[in-house]
């Protein structure tokens, strides 16, 4: 008895059994190791070479759950039971639980050389995983093509979905769920209801529906709405107390006066200031003039434009900012106004009450006219030494780049404090025109990659008009 490909229905322990007993012609490559390494239990995990760039997410993805998933579950009747505290005075346990880990994280093809079978939960585990991550070219039982694959069955999605949050924590079930949207092309199975309310929220799962807004039927769209309103109510939890506590005391520090309290005197400044008034025989200072810190008023003090590049590849970076953009857009002190962009421009202020109305204004995908979109952000400009301009952009231009670079540097001279981010978001270095963002640098306006929890200190330089914490190039 085995079971077809696409199925997601749970495999039960007999099913295991058969198909451990039956050879597969070809195992997947990045979950194979070579002849000999995995017949030795005490041998240290072998590494293995990719044969595809793309399958490096797919290997950790893999190896991540399988990790998680013989963590938290309990081991297999057919394997010996193992007390990790008790595993130094066992000499056979630690090699089953060993050998069990590396099933999980092989795959069970013909060649894994544990000899290990699985029953149970951890059965039902690797079936989760097979479906997602197993592959083959060759034939199966009864001639059948044995291959990863979701099918096309919005049930069967929806007990896979149910799989793996039963069997694994939400950080891998969120990566499982990307891959299964990327690898097998399910985008199309999230127009339906009963998907939304099944999968794992995540800033990339948004992403996703924002790129399937245009197409989303109506009886699904209230759905949506609710899952990218849980996603931005946690966002904001997480980001919004730092990014105003941070950017009320750079505001402070940016409003100088003449006669401040001791507590506020800016000592670098009246220091610099009164150099020329050093006694050298008392080896001091006498200051004659002091400069402080201002105090945050409910006038506006600054203000802060966020142009953002809305293409396909930016979806995270879009949704860091409507929150932001939100919280900034809170603060009496800040004029905050939002701008989206592809080769059109659309100014989306006035919804910045609602993080989420921004995201269902924007229509992720098409090209990109960067230049467009800081002509309209230079004209909305009324008091420039006082404007913070936010581009986040991969720097991918489809208009005229001279142009561009032209009105970059006349928003500098004129004393607009001009920060370019390549993203705004958790993933790492992102793809971006290392030719335009040197030219950018060669400006003074140097770009680089920025997480959320960095962001509020990008912001607070700024806004003191000192020089920007940029990450260290990995």
Request: proline share 6%; aromatic share 4%; hydrophobic share 40%.
């Amino acid at each position: 008895m085995t079971t077809e490909p696409n199925d997601l229905t749970t495999t039960e322990t007999t099913e295991t059994t058969d198909r451990a007993r039956s050879p597969r012609p070809q195992t997947n490559p990045a979950r194979r190791p070579s002849k000999g390494q995995a017949s030795d239990p005490t041998a240290k995990p072998p590494t293995y070479p990719v044969r595809h760039a793309a399958d490096d997410r797919t290997t950790d993805a893999a190896e991540g759950a399988a990790a998680a998933a013989a963590a938290a579950s309990a081991p297999a009747p057919a394997l010996v039971p193992v007390n990790v505290r008790a595993a130094a005075s066992s000499s056979t346990a630690p090699s089953d639980e060993r050998l069990r880990r590396w099933r999980l994280v092989l795959g069970g093809e013909a060649a894994d050389g544990t000899g290990c079978v699985l029953g149970g939960q951890d059965a039902a585990m690797d079936g989760a995983l097979t479906a997602l991550y197993g592959r083959g070219d060759g034939k199966g039982q009864a001639g059948k093509d044995r291959s990863a694959g979701l099918g096309a069955s919005a049930p069967s999605v929806a007990r896979w979905l149910g799989d793996i949050r039963t069997y694994f924590p939400s950080s891998v079930v969120q990566v499982m769920q990307r891959d299964a949207i990327d690898r097998l092309g399910l985008s199309t199975l999230l127009l339906e209801p009963e998907m939304l309310e099944a999968v794992e929220a995540d800033v990339h799962l948004v992403g996703t529906l924002l790129s399937l807004n245009k197409a989303m039927p109506e009886t699904t769209k209230e759905t949506a709405r609710a899952v990218v309103r849980k996603v931005v109510e946690d966002l904001e939890k997480r980001l919004a107390t730092r990014t105003r506590a941070t950017l009320t005391g750079a505001l402070d520090r940016s409003a100088r006066i003449s006669r401040p309290r001791h507590h506020d005197i800016d000592w670098n400044r009246t220091i610099s200031a009164n150099l020329k008034h050093y006694l050298p025989e008392y080896r001091t200072i006498v200051p004659e003039r002091l400069i402080g810190y201002g105090r945050a008023s409910r006038s506006v003090k600054k203000e802060v434009v966020l142009c953002i590049d809305q293409s396909g590849s930016m979806a995270a970076s879009v949704v860091y900012a409507s929150v932001f953009g939100a919280v900034l857009a809170s603060m009496r002190s800040i004029d905050t106004r939002l701008v989206v962009f592809d080769t059109a421009v659309v100014d989306l202020t006035d919804q910045l009450d609602d993080p989420v109305d921004v995201l269902f204004g924007t229509q992720l995908g098409g090209g990109t006219d960067i230049n467009r979109a800081l002509a309209y952000c230079q004209s909305q400009i009324t008091r420039p030494a006082e404007t913070v301009m936010v581009l986040i952009s991969d720097l991918y231009e489809g208009g005229i780049r001279n142009e561009m670079l032209k009105r970059v540097a006349a928003m500098k001279a004129s004393g607009v404090q001009f920060v370019t981010l390549l993203a705004l978001s958790d993933e790492g270095a992102p793809a971006y025109d290392r030719e335009h963002a040197a030219a950018l640098a060669a400006l003074g306006a140097p770009a680089f990659a920025c997480t959320p929890d960095l962001f509020p200190e990008v912001m607070a330089a700024a806004i003191e008009k000192r020089p920007l914490p940029i990450p260290d190039p990995a």
